[in-house]
Structure formats: structure tokens, C-alpha cells
């Protein structure tokens, strides 16, 4: 406190001003975390669907150069395995030790393909076995505007 003349000056806060001050940032913080965590949802998202499509690519380049010389059955899989997306050559079995691509997801996002629950086999022309998807974090997906899934080209 100073004295200037018969004047007291006060420097500082109340607590009334600080309790205010903290209410005002209590109720933005409140508003503030849930577009966050949809902003981080969506991110992932759009990563995994990335990741979705690159690998879509590289199974249908592996496919079309067709290595293993299938003239029937799959040429290439695209399959998801401990959430790792992994692209082998022919009809073997798809594990981490004979992927020619591999691209990981967090454990929090989850790949739909329409009607195929194991992997995405693509024959020595190119065609894959299923051409629709969806990928979703908690309440954000991946789905076209129109709420159907998306289609691989």
C-alpha cells in the first residue's frame, strides 16, 4: 500500500477479481476440451485413411507385377494384423515377416472393409475383392457426406 498524500493507492488483485478470472477460464476450458479431443480423433482418421490407401495402392501395383505368377487366387492380400496394414505377395499367409509394405494405426482406430473381415486379396489383373471402407476413432468415421462408405480406386 502507498500513501501519496492523504491518497491510498492499492496495487494488485482481490480476490474477487482472481475468482472471476478463474471462473472465466474453468467455463472456456469446459467448452475448449471436446472440440480437441474430435480434432484428435479426426486426425487419425484422416491418417489411417491414408495409410488405408497407400496401401490399397501398393497391393494393386504388387498385384498387377504379380511376382509369385498367380494365374488364379489372390497375386497380392492387404491384410491388418496387430494393427499393422501389410501387403504380401500371393495367396500365402500374411505375417510381418514376408510384407513387402507395412503401415501401422493407432490402437484406437478401427478398419471396416464391406464384407471381408480378413484382409483385402487383389487378383493379377488388379481387382480387389471388396472396393468399400470405412475407418473410425470413437465418434468420428471416416464415411462419405452422404453417410455410405468410401470406395477404393
Not at 38 to 45: E, L
Request: glycine fraction near 10%; charge should be neutral.
Amino acid at each position: 500500500m502507498w500513501r501519496v498524500g492523504q491518497v491510498v493507492i492499492h496495487r494488485g488483485f482481490t480476490l474477487i477479481e482472481l475468482m472471476i478470472t478463474i471462473a472465466i477460464l474453468a467455463l472456456l476450458l469446459a467448452v475448449g476440451v471436446p472440440f480437441t479431443q474430435r480434432w484428435g480423433q479426426s486426425a487419425r482418421v484422416q491418417q489411417v485413411d491414408s495409410t488405408l490407401k497407400q496401401g490399397f495402392a501398393h497391393a494393386k501395383a504388387v498385384a498387377l507385377r504379380n511376382p509369385s505368377g498367380a494365374t488364379t487366387g489372390n497375386a497380392a492380400v492387404l491384410r491388418l494384423v496387430d494393427n499393422e496394414l501389410l501387403v504380401c505377395e500371393g495367396a500365402v499367409t500374411c505375417t510381418t515377416t514376408n510384407a513387402v509394405w507395412r503401415g501401422s494405426k493407432p490402437t484406437s482406430t478401427t478398419i471396416s472393409l464391406t464384407g471381408l473381415a480378413t484382409g483385402l486379396g487383389f487378383s493379377n489383373q488388379g481387382m480387389a475383392t471388396v472396393s468399400s471402407y470405412s475407418v473410425s476413432d470413437g465418434d468420428e468415421t471416416s464415411d462419405d457426406d452422404d453417410g455410405t462408405q468410401k470406395i477404393l480406386h
